[in-house]
T-cell receptor, first 111, second 119 residues
């Protein structure tokens, strides 16, 4: 079983729509969680960290459910520029291990 | 934000040759750098963790003699793909952890990536 699993999509949504991505992780000892964004043929960039209490950054809301080992990302009022691949990322340990990446969920926002 | 520069961005080489990829942290010191590989439509796979002044730690299944990593300074790590073959063609990405940071905050900065094509 893969450590971090995501629905690859693609998700095709019209501008202004709300879209949600889900992610599950297998290791219950995972400590920290992130969403990264990766544009085609580019490097990943941190979108936001995910906190247990849930957190919001503008149009983006991230949720974490430790009991279900589940992470979500909600994008409201989608923009064309939101088109990208969204990577769910999990860090196993607080001691500095590297990050485990999901395959990513592809989003295409259309006019 | 912090800047990580990777060079070259693109490289095409013949089978059997060696290719060196450089990863530099331009405005911060990085005691730890990570090397990832990404095949098309796949996730980033960690190849190795590079610590300044010590030997790299390789992930299971990654041949350390084939993928040579050197982290000689706090701002530079290099990955050398030795005797490259077509199956080594991939997108190689480095990332650097600022000396003053840790992974809990997600402050991992990525280079632009190097696309390797082996003919």
């Amino acid at each position: 079983r893969k450590e971090v699993e995501q629905d690859p999509g693609p998700f095709n949504v019209p501008e202004g729509a709300t879209v949600a991505f889900n992610c599950t992780y297998s290791n219950s000892a995972s400590q920290s969680f992130f969403w990264y964004r990766q544009d085609c043929r580019k490097e990943p960039k941190l979108l936001m960290s995910v906190y247990s209490s849930g957190n919001e950054d503008g149009r983006f809301t991230a949720q974490l459910n430790r009991a279900s080992q589940y992470i979500s990302l909600l994008i409201r009022d989608s923009k064309l520029s939101d088109s990208a691949t969204y990577l769910c990322v999990v860090n196993l340990s607080n001691s500095g291990y590297a990050l485990n990446f999901g395959k990513g969920t592809s989003l295409l926002v259309t006019p | 934000g912090a800047v990580v520069s990777q060079h070259p961005s693109w490289v095409i080489c013949k089978s059997g040759t060696s290719v060196k990829i450089e990863c530099r942290s331009l405005d911060f010191q990085a005691t730890t750098m990570f090397w990832y590989r990404q095949f098309p439509k796949q996730s980033l796979m960690l190849m190795a963790t590079s610590n300044e002044g010590s030997k790299a730690t390789y992930e299971q299944g990654v041949e350390k003699d084939k993928f040579l990593i050197n982290h000689a300074s706090l701002t530079l790590s290099t990955l050398t793909v030795t005797s490259a073959h077509p199956e080594d063609s991939s997108f190689y990405i480095c990332s650097a952890l600022p000396r003053s940071s840790n992974l809990n905050t997600g402050e991992l900065f990525f280079g632009e990536g190097s696309r390797l094509t082996v003919l």
